[in-house]
Protein backbone atom coordinates (compact mmCIF):
# COMPACT_ATOMS: atom_id res chain seq x y z
CA UNK A 1 0.00 0.00 0.00
CA UNK A 2 0.91 3.57 -1.30
CA UNK A 3 -0.01 5.03 2.34
CA UNK A 4 -1.56 8.56 2.65
CA UNK A 5 -0.65 10.72 -0.51
CA UNK A 6 -0.50 14.26 -0.36
CA UNK A 7 -0.14 16.98 -2.95
CA UNK A 8 1.88 19.45 -3.42
CA UNK A 9 4.78 18.79 -0.82
CA UNK A 10 5.53 21.99 -0.66
CA UNK A 11 3.62 25.51 -1.61
CA UNK A 12 4.65 29.09 -1.87
CA UNK A 13 2.33 31.64 -2.60
CA UNK A 14 1.29 35.00 -2.32
CA UNK A 15 -1.57 36.72 0.16
CA UNK A 16 -4.50 36.76 -1.36
CA UNK A 17 -4.41 33.66 -3.50
CA UNK A 18 -6.15 30.35 -3.57
CA UNK A 19 -4.29 27.46 -2.63
CA UNK A 20 -5.53 23.63 -2.75
CA UNK A 21 -4.16 20.88 -1.07
CA UNK A 22 -5.00 17.53 -1.70
CA UNK A 23 -4.93 13.87 -0.58
CA UNK A 24 -5.74 10.69 -1.42
CA UNK A 25 -6.32 8.18 1.99
CA UNK A 26 -5.40 4.74 2.15
CA UNK A 27 -7.92 2.25 0.30
CA UNK A 28 -10.36 1.10 2.63
CA UNK A 29 -10.10 3.19 4.84
CA UNK A 30 -13.91 5.24 5.96
CA UNK A 31 -12.38 8.19 8.26
CA UNK A 32 -9.93 11.30 6.88
CA UNK A 33 -8.47 13.96 8.74
CA UNK A 34 -7.17 17.40 7.98
CA UNK A 35 -3.97 18.43 10.51
CA UNK A 36 -2.58 21.83 10.73
CA UNK A 37 0.97 22.16 12.81
CA UNK A 38 2.88 24.98 13.41
CA UNK A 39 5.44 26.04 16.34
CA UNK A 40 3.07 28.07 17.88
CA UNK A 41 0.03 25.92 18.50
CA UNK A 42 1.21 22.28 17.65
CA UNK A 43 -1.10 19.79 15.60
CA UNK A 44 -4.46 21.10 15.66
CA UNK A 45 -7.45 18.80 13.88
CA UNK A 46 -9.18 21.22 11.18
CA UNK A 47 -11.86 18.62 10.09
CA UNK A 48 -12.26 15.11 9.56
CA UNK A 49 -14.79 13.05 7.71
CA UNK A 50 -16.28 9.39 7.50
CA UNK A 51 -17.47 7.77 4.71
CA UNK A 52 -16.77 11.34 2.96
CA UNK A 53 -19.48 13.20 5.34
CA UNK A 54 -17.72 15.57 7.43
CA UNK A 55 -18.22 14.74 11.00
CA UNK A 56 -17.03 17.81 12.78
CA UNK A 57 -15.24 21.03 10.72
CA UNK A 58 -15.37 23.18 14.28
CA UNK A 59 -11.32 23.54 13.91
CA UNK A 60 -11.42 25.66 10.51
CA UNK A 61 -10.21 28.35 11.75
CA UNK A 62 -12.28 30.69 9.49
CA UNK A 63 -14.71 30.63 6.53
CA UNK A 64 -11.48 31.09 4.72
CA UNK A 65 -11.00 27.71 5.06
CA UNK A 66 -12.93 25.02 3.00
CA UNK A 67 -12.90 21.12 2.79
CA UNK A 68 -14.57 18.46 0.36
CA UNK A 69 -14.35 15.11 0.19
CA UNK A 70 -16.24 14.12 -3.20
CA UNK A 71 -15.24 10.12 -2.96
CA UNK A 72 -13.74 7.94 -0.73
CA UNK A 73 -10.10 8.45 -2.60
CA UNK A 74 -9.75 11.98 -2.70
CA UNK A 75 -10.70 14.92 -0.55
CA UNK A 76 -9.06 18.42 -0.76
CA UNK A 77 -8.57 21.36 1.77
CA UNK A 78 -8.67 24.87 -0.10
CA UNK A 79 -8.04 28.34 1.51
CA UNK A 80 -9.16 31.72 -0.14
CA UNK A 81 -8.10 33.72 -0.25
CA UNK A 82 -4.86 33.04 2.14
CA UNK A 83 -3.12 35.13 4.51
CA UNK A 84 0.89 34.51 5.63
CA UNK A 85 -0.93 33.45 9.13
CA UNK A 86 -1.91 30.39 7.39
CA UNK A 87 1.38 29.22 6.59
CA UNK A 88 2.33 26.03 8.54
CA UNK A 89 2.60 22.19 7.68
CA UNK A 90 -0.75 20.85 6.93
CA UNK A 91 -1.34 16.56 6.85
CA UNK A 92 -3.79 14.75 6.09
CA UNK A 93 -4.35 11.30 7.41
CA UNK A 94 -6.63 8.43 7.47
CA UNK A 95 -7.77 5.39 9.80
CA UNK A 96 -10.20 2.39 9.51
CA UNK A 97 -12.10 0.97 12.48
CA UNK A 98 -9.87 -1.91 14.04
CA UNK A 99 -10.68 -3.93 17.58
CA UNK A 100 -6.45 -4.28 17.57
CA UNK A 101 -5.56 -1.16 16.89
CA UNK A 102 -8.43 1.40 17.48
CA UNK A 103 -8.38 4.87 16.04
CA UNK A 104 -4.59 4.13 15.15
CA UNK A 105 -4.19 7.03 12.36
CA UNK A 106 -2.16 6.85 8.99
CA UNK A 107 -0.47 10.48 8.23
CA UNK A 108 0.63 11.52 4.75
CA UNK A 109 4.14 13.03 4.40
CA UNK A 110 1.90 16.60 5.06
CA UNK A 111 2.26 19.78 2.61
CA UNK A 112 4.29 22.81 3.45
CA UNK A 113 2.59 26.07 2.63
CA UNK A 114 4.26 29.26 2.94
CA UNK A 115 2.43 32.46 2.48
CA UNK A 116 4.40 35.51 1.58
CA UNK B 1 -8.17 22.41 22.79
CA UNK B 2 -5.40 19.48 23.64
CA UNK B 3 -6.16 17.07 25.76
CA UNK B 4 -2.40 15.66 26.08
CA UNK B 5 0.33 17.12 27.76
CA UNK B 6 3.69 15.79 27.04
CA UNK B 7 6.72 16.59 29.63
CA UNK B 8 9.38 17.01 29.13
CA UNK B 9 9.02 19.56 26.20
CA UNK B 10 12.71 19.10 25.33
CA UNK B 11 14.91 15.88 26.16
CA UNK B 12 18.50 15.47 24.73
CA UNK B 13 20.76 12.58 25.71
CA UNK B 14 23.81 10.48 24.99
CA UNK B 15 23.64 7.41 22.49
CA UNK B 16 22.78 4.31 24.64
CA UNK B 17 21.05 6.19 27.58
CA UNK B 18 17.06 5.61 28.13
CA UNK B 19 15.11 8.00 27.52
CA UNK B 20 11.59 8.90 29.28
CA UNK B 21 9.00 10.89 27.72
CA UNK B 22 5.49 11.50 29.88
CA UNK B 23 2.01 12.53 29.13
CA UNK B 24 -1.09 13.89 31.11
CA UNK B 25 -4.42 13.77 29.89
CA UNK B 26 -7.65 15.72 31.25
CA UNK B 27 -10.13 13.13 31.18
CA UNK B 28 -11.44 9.34 30.70
CA UNK B 29 -9.95 7.72 27.98
CA UNK B 30 -10.36 4.55 25.94
CA UNK B 31 -6.84 4.02 24.67
CA UNK B 32 -4.07 6.28 24.59
CA UNK B 33 -1.45 6.20 21.46
CA UNK B 34 2.17 7.31 21.09
CA UNK B 35 3.18 8.77 17.72
CA UNK B 36 6.72 9.58 16.15
CA UNK B 37 7.56 12.13 13.76
CA UNK B 38 10.91 12.18 12.24
CA UNK B 39 11.81 16.06 10.82
CA UNK B 40 9.95 17.01 7.79
CA UNK B 41 8.02 13.90 8.00
CA UNK B 42 4.12 12.82 9.09
CA UNK B 43 3.66 11.00 12.20
CA UNK B 44 4.13 7.61 12.50
CA UNK B 45 2.08 5.25 15.45
CA UNK B 46 4.34 3.35 17.66
CA UNK B 47 2.55 1.55 20.24
CA UNK B 48 -1.25 1.81 22.10
CA UNK B 49 -2.13 1.05 25.38
CA UNK B 50 -6.07 0.66 26.77
CA UNK B 51 -7.37 1.89 29.41
CA UNK B 52 -7.35 -1.53 31.16
CA UNK B 53 -3.88 -2.32 30.66
CA UNK B 54 -1.03 -1.13 32.80
CA UNK B 55 1.79 -1.87 30.82
CA UNK B 56 2.96 -2.40 27.39
CA UNK B 57 6.02 -3.23 25.48
CA UNK B 58 7.39 -3.35 22.58
CA UNK B 59 10.85 -3.89 20.97
CA UNK B 60 12.47 -1.46 22.69
CA UNK B 61 9.63 0.51 23.85
CA UNK B 62 8.25 0.42 27.29
CA UNK B 63 4.43 2.45 28.07
CA UNK B 64 2.80 2.48 31.10
CA UNK B 65 -0.66 3.93 31.79
CA UNK B 66 -1.50 5.36 35.58
CA UNK B 67 -5.42 6.03 34.45
CA UNK B 68 -5.55 7.34 38.66
CA UNK B 69 -3.25 9.63 37.64
CA UNK B 70 -4.23 10.31 34.47
CA UNK B 71 -1.04 9.79 33.05
CA UNK B 72 0.86 7.72 30.65
CA UNK B 73 5.07 7.56 30.12
CA UNK B 74 6.98 6.12 26.98
CA UNK B 75 10.36 4.52 27.39
CA UNK B 76 12.92 3.97 24.62
CA UNK B 77 15.88 1.85 25.77
CA UNK B 78 19.26 1.66 24.49
CA UNK B 79 18.44 5.07 22.66
CA UNK B 80 19.83 5.55 19.13
CA UNK B 81 20.84 8.28 16.97
CA UNK B 82 17.90 7.42 14.90
CA UNK B 83 15.62 8.18 17.72
CA UNK B 84 16.20 11.37 17.33
CA UNK B 85 12.28 12.63 16.61
CA UNK B 86 9.43 14.33 18.36
CA UNK B 87 7.14 12.07 20.29
CA UNK B 88 3.30 12.63 20.82
CA UNK B 89 0.97 10.86 23.08
CA UNK B 90 -2.99 11.02 21.76
CA UNK B 91 -5.63 9.78 23.38
CA UNK B 92 -9.24 8.68 22.51
CA UNK B 93 -12.25 9.12 24.50
CA UNK B 94 -15.26 7.01 25.57
CA UNK B 95 -17.93 7.09 23.19
CA UNK B 96 -16.52 8.35 20.59
CA UNK B 97 -15.72 5.21 18.54
CA UNK B 98 -11.95 5.95 19.07
CA UNK B 99 -12.31 9.11 16.64
CA UNK B 100 -10.83 11.42 16.63
CA UNK B 101 -7.66 11.60 18.96
CA UNK B 102 -6.70 14.66 20.91
CA UNK B 103 -3.16 14.91 20.69
CA UNK B 104 -0.63 17.07 22.94
CA UNK B 105 2.18 19.40 21.87
CA UNK B 106 5.10 16.82 21.36
CA UNK B 107 8.49 15.87 23.18
CA UNK B 108 11.51 16.97 21.24
CA UNK B 109 14.22 13.40 21.64
CA UNK B 110 18.02 14.68 20.48
CA UNK B 111 19.87 11.29 21.01
CA UNK B 112 23.40 12.52 20.64
CA UNK B 113 26.30 10.21 18.99
Known amino acids: DAGVIQSPRHEVTEMGQEVTLRCKPI?????LFWYRQTMMRGLELLIY????????DSGMPEDRFSAKMPNASFSTLKIQPSEPRDSAVYFC??????????????FGPGTRLTVL | SQQGEEDPQALSIQEGENATMNCSYKTSINNLQWYRQNSGRGLVHLIL?????REKHSGRLRVTLDTSKKSSSLLITASRAADTASYFC?????????????FGKGTRLSVIA
Open chain 1, 93 to 106: ASSSPRYDRPGEQF
Open chain 1, 49 to 56: FNNNVPID
Open chain 1, 27 to 31: SGHDY
Open chain 2, 90 to 102: ATAVPNSGNTPLV
Open chain 2, 49 to 53: IRSNE
